[in-house]
């Protein structure tokens, strides 16, 4: 199995994720979630194929989301919107994404990931 995974390098959780994929055997590409985020495009197919709602996709506990003040917007939003906000800057966006193109987690969490992605 092959993943994609939108990483940070310097975060922790996206550190621990890698970590546990590599333990795994799973082969992954990394994208720097912050040098080449998601396009708006990306981020509804992800959307879409996830059964998270899209206000998941925010990184609520970053600087740049209490920054522009987005816990309101996020709320009333049309998704369009809410996915051209998330493309716009990768430090808005939950990490780290890891998706195979049919299935796609949000953060890291071992029991997820053990149900997800072990091979």
């Known amino acids: ?13 996206c550190k621990k994720a890698e970590k546990w994929l590599e ?5 992954f590409t990394r994208h720097h979630i912050v040098e080449s985020p998601p396009s708006a495009a990306e981020l509804k197919k992800l959307h879409q194929i996830s059964d998270y709602p899209i206000q998941k996709f925010f990184n609520t506990s970053g600087k740049k989301y209490r920054e522009l003040g987005l816990k309101d ?8 919107e809410l996915y051209d906000i998330l ?4 430090m808005l966006i939950k990490r780290p994404i890891v998706t195979d193109g049919n299935l796609v987690t949000l953060g890291f969490k071992e029991a997820l990931f053990e149900e997800t992605w072990k091979q």
């Open 73 to 80: 917007k996020v709320k009333d939003a049309e998704n369009e």
């Open 1 to 13: 199995m092959a993943v994609d995974i939108y990483s940070y390098p310097s975060c922790s959780t």
């Open 23 to 27: 333990e795994q055997g799973v082969s």
């Open 87 to 90: 493309a716009s800057d990768g």
